[in-house]
């Protein structure tokens, strides 16, 4: 199979937020959406968004193993999701994201003369209320959290006795996090109603807004906590990896508008047999290795020819030798996956930072950029190697330090090229590449044009038949992402009204979102319901007699 991934060169990034922002008006700059943010950028450490979503202790996202070795979500089996489906203690609230504001804008261009000076205060998106700006999406900015709040970083309390917590001497580097579109999601395996499903043709998770009935089991289930729930629609939306523009050939918006220009795109060709075997591995620093196992070389004639018996077009099996994204993940091995330990095998990777290794050296009166003094520093990088670990490969440093000393080989090699100097093979030979590895690498990583950064080839249809086609996703629902009208038939504002957003929002603020009163079913549009599932189903009003109409699908197919 093949699968659009992504990777991030964390090196690169300087916490702007321009991929958040531009995410932000190209898909969730709707009603019920204020708190959502597909792309959002952490400072690490930090408790992150929303807050300790990496603590499934708490939150019980991700897969773990049984007492038999078999792969069952952490949220449980059928029948324990079955008996919390009504009540999720396990889903955050309002208050573990934070209640989005604005500002009073109002009051200054409004304000009669005086000699006092107007004031724009905060007001809750939610009710409308004045609001006292407590916590935000990204409160760890610039250590503007201060050290009471990185002490509740789930990684780092597991560092507590090797990091010192001192405020002059924190740590700091950001973190850029969209859905991962897992191989393996647990997104998918626990949705109550199939509304999630991963994209056979380019490995995209979406939600079928007509199939989702708004249970937030998903919401749960993630534990990257990258589902989010639509209090005005009552359905589930979470990153689409902007595939209307995947389709097209061209990369997303949060690549597209990247000032660090740190993200690539590319195809993976994976065994999808593999997938259930390697998330299993017994212990979780195998994760790494196992998911590595599963990708496929593309240059193999074995190969290339299963991918063209499996129905993948000869244009993807060519981008696949070109992606950038296999690159750094197999070829050179420098980036690495997300909390591989959650055994959902994330396909959003990351170069892990290297920056403050140099600028500890060169403080120290020592040269930064000389290669023994490199490697020799990566065990005392202000960044602390197990903190990267513990992110990227479950505890294990090793893949850590062996990708932080192909950086550094880097650096000192092209150093080198640059200044004249006498070329050392010794350099590249240390970290297991040669000369034109490196200057390979360091072109990728850092002279990259728009066509080498982004190698996306234009979409198909697996199977080549048209019914495949038509399944729902997160563009086909009234009030969903991009729909920006504000009539009943394009938007979320003329479809509840303002007092009716307003008192759903004063319900999602006093706790765990719920959802609205449910609208009539949505006809489609040739006037019938689609597999009666179309529309809501508002169980707050069921009196426990029959079974109600849209729960569950017909038994028989309504006429059209």
């Known amino acids: 199979m093949a699968q659009v991934a992504m ?5 690169k990034c300087i916490g702007c937020h321009t991929c958040s922002v531009t995410c932000k008006q190209t898909w969730t700059n709707r009603t019920g959406t204020e708190y959502v943010w597909f792309n959002n950028v952490e400072t690490r450490p930090g408790q992150g968004y929303p807050r300790g979503h990496e603590d499934q202790e708490k939150w019980r996202g991700g897969w773990r193993l049984d007492a038999r070795g078999r792969l069952v979500p952490r949220s449980g089996g059928r029948a324990r999701r079955l008996a919390r489906l009504f009540a999720n203690p396990e889903l955050p609230s309002l208050k573990d ?30 009710d409308g ?18 050290p009471e709040h990185l002490a509740d970083d789930p990684v780092l309390k597991k560092l507590s006795e090797r990091v010192r917590l001192e405020y002059e001497q924190a740590f700091m580097f950001h973190l ?9 999601p647990s997104c998918v395996a626990v949705c109550p109603s199939g509304a999630l499903y991963k994209r056979i043709e380019d490995g995209i998770v979406l939600v079928d807004q007509d ?18 729930f639509n209090h005005a629609t009552g359905k589930a939306e979470k990153c689409t990896f902007c595939y209307p523009r995947i389709e097209a050939g061209e990369p997303t918006v949060c690549s597209e508008t990247c000032v660090g220009r740190l993200r690539y795109l590319g195809v993976m060709l994976y065994d999808a047999d593999k997938v259930g075997e390697a998330a299993s591995v017994t212990d979780e620093k195998d994760l790494y290795e196992a998911q590595l196992g599963c990708f496929l070389d593309p240059h193999d004639p074995d190969v290339v020819r299963a991918a063209e018996e499996s129905g993948i077009p000869h244009d993807w099996i060519t981008a696949a030798r070109r992606s950038p994204v296999r690159d750094l993940i197999t070829t050179y091995r420098i980036a690495l996956p997300l909390h591989p330990e959650y055994r959902t095998l994330p396909m959003v990777w990351y170069v892990p930072p290297l920056s403050p290794v140099v600028d500890a050296l060169t403080r120290g009166g020592h040269d930064g950029e000389h290669p023994a003094a490199l490697f020799g520093a990566i065990d005392a990088l202000r960044i602390p190697v197990a903190y990267l670990a513990g992110l990227f490969t479950a505890g ?13 080989a880097m650096r000192a090699h092209m150093r080198r090229t640059n200044l004249g100097e006498e070329r050392d093979p010794a350099i590249a030979r240390a970290v297991g590449m040669d000369e034109r590895d490196l200057e390979a690498m360091y072109r990728l990583l850092a002279l990259a044009k728009y066509e080498e950064r ?3 080839p234009t979409t198909y249809v697996a199977g080549g038949g048209e019914e ?43 706790g765990a979102f719920h959802a609205p009163p449910a609208p009539p079913p949505a006809a489609d549009r040739t006037g019938g319901t689609r597999d009666g599932l179309r529309g809501r189903v508002n169980l707050l009003n069921w009196n426990g007699r029959g079974r109600p109409r849209g729960l569950f699908p017909e038994r028989k197919a309504e006429s059209r």
């Open 211 to 228: 199939r989702c009935r708004g249970w937030r089991m998903c919401v749960s289930g993630c534990p990257y906590k990258k589902v989010y």
């Open 129 to 146: 209320r004045p609001t006292a700006v407590t916590w935000g999406p990204n409160w760890d900015d610039d250590l503007g959290g201060g």
């Open 97 to 126: 994201y934070y209640e989005p504001w604005t500002y009073d804008y109002e009051t200054l261009i409004a304000a009669p003369l005086g000699d006092d000076l107007p004031t724009a205060r905060p007001r809750s998106l939610i």
């Open 396 to 408: 294990d440093t090793v893949p850590v330090e062996a990708a932080l000393c192909r950086l550094a």
């Open 468 to 510: 495949e086609a038509g399944a729902g996703c997160s563009l086909d629902h009234d009030g969903g992402p991009g729909m920006y009208g504000t009539d009943g038939a394009h938007g979320t504002v003329g479809a509840h009204g303002t007092d009716a957003g307003n008192a759903i929002g004063a319900m999602a603020a006093m």
């Open 176 to 184: 850029p996090r969209i859905c991962e579109h897992c191989l393996n």
């Open 7 to 11: 990777v991030m060169n964390l090196d």
């Open 454 to 456: 982004y190698v996306i």
